[in-house]
């Protein structure tokens, strides 16, 4: 069985830093195109940042230059770093494992940006 589970969500100031961790089971987070998402009230789910299995990263330009995916293939965790938060970045922020036709996501952790 499959588990994607996000953790360290939560409440900052505008300008302020968050780290989200994306812990998986059941897969190798290396084989897959891993990436976050963010859902905003009332707004469709958007790509944030990607890591493929070779190592591409991909941003959305609404957050190049602030926000940073990693991958940890020892603990199969993925991380997302957000830095110069905005209170447009408020959203639940969702992780994704992809490989061809398999699409996994976590439950999702709460960002809430106070301006």
């Known amino acids: 069985q499959v588990q994607l589970v996000e953790s360290g969500g939560g409440l900052v100031q505008a300008g302020g830093s968050l780290s989200l961790s994306c812990a998986a089971s059941?897969?190798?987070?290396?084989?897959?195109?891993m990436g976050w998402y963010r859902q905003a009230p009332g707004k469709q789910r958007e790509l944030v940042p990607t890591?493929?299995?070779?190592?591409?990263?991909t941003s959305a330009d609404s957050v190049k230059g602030r926000f940073t995916i990693s991958r940890d293939s020892a603990n199969n965790t993925v991380y997302l770093q957000m830095n110069r938060l905005k209170p447009e970045d408020t959203a639940v922020y969702y992780c994704?494992?992809?490989?061809?036709?398999?699409?996994?996501w976590g439950q999702g952790t709460q960002v809430t940006v106070s301006s």
């Open positions: 994704n494992a992809r490989l061809w036709t398999l699409s996994y």
């Open positions: 059941g897969i190798i987070i290396s084989r897959y195109t």
């Open positions: 890591i493929t299995s070779g190592g591409t990263t």
